[in-house]
């Protein structure tokens, strides 16, 4: 098929939607939270930002869990069940008194948020177009950060006007409409569950789309220390942009005003999406190694920059250049395990990896929020992030070392 159909649209926009309400609104904006919960209830903002690494290791598992239940049959309906869940559960927010009632309302959403998130929609779209499969998929995974860009200016209005409570009751109603088209439109887990083909396909049986055999690329034994700089880099990756969710908070600590705490998660949030783009076709051009040193040296000196300039327009610049590092998490994670490992390790390999990131990512926020709580500032803060770089760096230089990797 040449000609994408209605329902081939409607998946798009149902999945980007799905993830701009999983991980845009669950995660992207969930910083702007940390500083109003943590005043009113007297607690630290380590206590608070603990809300976030909850909400984001229990989306992966729900994530995991998700392909075990949902099928062609209860589709729609588990995906109403998990959008009422999720959405009631950040409305319920509202309502917490105490840090265990964040803990367990973010526990619950982060779970029903990773059924209906990112490895829904991957699975989904990449069922659905057997052609530009990487573009649409890549379109939908952008809106997370379109989501956290447009909607954090917004919601950072909404609480310095009503308040964190009432905050969190629009947000709640926010997801729910953003997960609508997922059980409202005439769509499903695979195209032929809806009398539909793929986009590319011709309707006959593929038999490109089963697993190939791998005779002759079989899989290879590599050092432990190999694959240990791979986790280690991909941790990194994770841990350094963890700081942006603390970025109202980090205006605020330089007397900065709120909205420009608000524009720099924005700023980021930007970069998140159009990054990973920019990478992909540098890579493309420049290859892995020099395209992945311009985004280090770029992730640098944003970190420089907020280190040592504490003015508006300028901390907005460094949260757009420390934003970069989502692409590197990403992209340069894919690349570097495909190209140092091979694909007929791949699918062994890069699980491995990604976990190690998305664990940095979730324990960094909270480990962002106590060194804060202890130091009463961000600068040691910034200087571990200037070290993590530095191993970052390291363990890069160590893999593209190897012979596979394009340079």
């Known amino acids: 098929m040449k000609k994408m159909r209605p329902k081939h649209i409607m998946v798009i926009v149902a999945m980007s939607l799905a993830i701009a309400a999983s991980i845009g609104m669950l995660v992207n904006i969930g910083g ?23 909400a984001t290791l229990v989306c992966a598992v729900g994530g995991t869990v998700m392909p075990k239940i949902m099928n062609k049959k209860n589709f729609r309906l588990v995906c109403l069940v998990c959008a009422i869940i999720t959405a009631g559960a950040t409305a319920l927010l509202g309502t917490s008194s105490k840090l265990w009632m964040l803990y367990a309302l973010n526990a619950v959403r982060g779970f029903t948020a990773g059924f209906i998130g ?44 009503v308040g964190w409570r009432t905050a969190y009751v629009i947000a709640g109603v926010v997801m729910f409409i953003l997960y609508m088209p997922l059980f409202l439109l005439p769509i499903g887990m695979k195209p032929e569950d809806v009398g539909e083909i793929a986009y590319g396909d011709s309707g006959l049986p593929r038999q490109d789309l089963k697993m190939p055999e791998k005779k002759d690329a079989a899989k290879t034994k590599f050092p432990l220390v190999l694959f240990l700089c791979a986790g280690i880099y991909a941790a990194m990756c994770g841990s350094i942009v963890a700081i942006v969710q603390h970025f109202p908070g980090v205006a605020e600590s330089f007397a900065l005003p709120a909205s420009v705490g608000a524009v720099m998660l924005s700023a980021s949030m930007i970069v998140n999406t159009s990054g990973k783009i920019l990478l992909g076709f540098l890579i493309d051009r420049l290859g892995v190694r020099r ?23 300028t901390a907005i610049i460094a949260a757009a250049f420390i934003g970069f590092d989502y692409a590197l998490s990403t992209v340069s994670v894919v690349m570097l395990v495909r190209e140092v490992f091979g694909m007929a390790n791949y699918s062994n390999i890069y699980p491995k990896a990604a976990l190690f990131c998305t664990a940095s990512n979730a324990f960094g926020t909270t480990i962002v929020g106590l060194l804060y709580d202890h130091f009463q500032s961000y600068i040691p803060v910034l200087i571990v992030m200037l070290l993590a770089q530095a191993v970052q760096f390291t363990m890069f230089m160590i893999l593209v070392g190897k012979k596979r990797v394009r340079v």
Do not use: D, Q
């Not at 607690?43 to 809300?51: K, Q």
């Open 291 to 313: 395209s992945v040193l311009i985004y280090l040296t770029i992730i640098v000196l944003g970190t420089v920059l907020l280190l040592t300039v504490h003015t508006g327009p």
């Open 32 to 54: 702007l939270f940390f500083s109003p919960i943590a005043n009113e209830l007297g607690v630290g903002r380590g206590s608070v930002s603990l809300t976030l690494t909850i």
């Open 118 to 161: 990112s490895i829904l929609g991957s699975m989904v779209l990449t069922s659905w177009f057997h052609t530009n499969t990487g573009l649409v998929t890549s379109i939908a995974l952008g809106f997370s950060g379109v989501a956290g860009a447009l909607l954090s200016p917004i919601f950072s209005s909404v609480i310095s006007s």
